[in-house]
C-alpha cells in the first residue's frame, strides 16, 4: 500500500509545550485527535481520544497520533526533544490530510514530501531525523 507524507522541521525541538500548541491546532481544525498509548508492544498498541492538549500522555520520548477528518486520517510521529514530525496517510485524490496537519503549527521551519530523498538525506546528515 502507497502512502504520502510529509518531514516537518520546526524552530525549536519538541517538549511538552510545543506538543501542547500542536494538539491545540489539530483540535481546532479537524474533527479529532486519537494518542497511541505509550508503551504498548508491537501489535497490542490502542488509541485514546485527546480533548485537550492536557491529555496527552507522555510516558515515551517518541509520540504518535492519529489526526482524523472523516472519513480520512493521518498519522502523527514526533519524538521529544528533536525538531522534525513525520506524517503519513492513505493518498487522496481532493485533499492532503499529512500536509494539511502541518501547515499553521507554531515554530514551523519547513515542511518536506517524503519523496524528496536529496533534502531527506541532507536533513539525516544535519542530524535532524
Known sequence: MIS???????KTPFDKETV????ASWLTRF???EQVAPHTGAGTGFTLSVK???DVMYGSDSLQFRVLQAPDFAWVYLTMGRRAIETSALPHPDLSLPLDLLLDLPGL????????????????QEGLL
Not at 504520502?4 to 520546526?10: E, L, M, T, W
Not at 521551519?109 to 539525516?124: F, K, M, Q, S, W
Open 4 to 10: 504520502q507524507g510529509y518531514v516537518a522541521i520546526f
Open 20 to 23: 501542547g500548541a500542536c494538539v
Open 31 to 33: 474533527d479529532a485527535v
Open 52 to 54: 485537550e492538549p492536557k
Open 109 to 124: 521551519a519547513e515542511i518536506v514530501p517524503d519523496y524528496e530523498d536529496g533534502r531527506l538525506t541532507e536533513l539525516e
